[in-house]
């Protein structure tokens, strides 16, 4: 069983910088392809990024190319959302999880395990 715990949400002005990051607790972390989504209050929780479990293949969501960086530490148990030139839209609570058969992942039918999520909001 893996546990996510994700950290990093806050109030940020819209332009500005967050990085989020998700601990994980089981032993298979650097086994996992890694993910977030992202959720705002009504709609379905959508894809934002995807990283395999070597960190050497990534892919994004066409709403947050070139503005979100995801990455991993397989030493620390650890994937990071670098989340730069925020806008008002990127407002949402955002999940990480864990795929743990092979491969990216872009649906959320696809990951096995999942965090709590943190608030992140973006002021106009």
Do not use: H
């Not at 601990?23 to 392809?33: L, N, R």
């Not at 058969?101 to 965090?115: A, C, F, M, P, Q």
């Amino acid at each position: 069983q893996e546990q996510l715990v994700e950290s990093g949400g806050r109030l940020v002005q819209a332009g500005g910088s967050l990085r989020l990051s998700c601990a994980a607790s089981g032993q298979f972390f650097s086994t996992y392809t890694m993910g977030w989504f992202r959720q705002v209050p009504g709609q379905e929780r959508k894809f934002v990024a995807t990283i395999d479990w070597s960190g050497g293949r990534t892919d994004y969501a066409e709403s947050v190319e070139g503005r979100f960086t995801i990455s991993r530490d397989n030493a620390k148990n650890t994937v990071y959302l670098q989340m730069n030139s925020l806008k008002p839209e990127d407002t949402a609570v955002y999940y990480c999880a864990a795929k743990a058969s092979y491969g990216v992942g872009y649906g959320t039918y696809e990951y096995d395990y999942w965090g709590q999520g943190t608030q992140v909001t973006v002021s106009s």
